[in-house]
């Protein structure tokens, strides 16, 4: 329990943290589904991790990651998400956001990423994965 709260703490300042200093991806036009907010089409939905009243949604495309913490209902509390590919670059958004926040689309074609995100005060990273 120690480690996941440990986990948690560490994706909320990391999502704060990138929130403040990256490009954000702020939802120009809502979407009506985490794939229809990565751009529909030929991402598919290979990981995913619940956060209580919020999922975060890790698709792919066949060379593109994409990543969004979608709200169970709308509503004003902070929601984030990030994206990470090994030794390269990261993107993250986060805001009060009514439905989601993202997408973030990072390029990770043969390499791992982490990638995570945060609802409210409960956050998720995942470990390096999703290799290859």
Known sequence: MRRFKQGAALAVATVAALAGTLATGSPAMAASTPIAACGGGSY??????????????????GTTNCVVTWKDSPNTEWVGVYLVVQGGSYLGDADYYSTYAGPVKLSAKGKCIEWGGVYGSIGYTSPLEHCG
């Not at 598919?44 to 495309?61: P, R, S």
Request: zero cysteines; proline letters at 0%.
């Open 44 to 61: 598919h939905v290979i990981d995913q991790h619940d956060l209580g009243k919020a999922t975060i949604y890790l698709m792919y495309n």
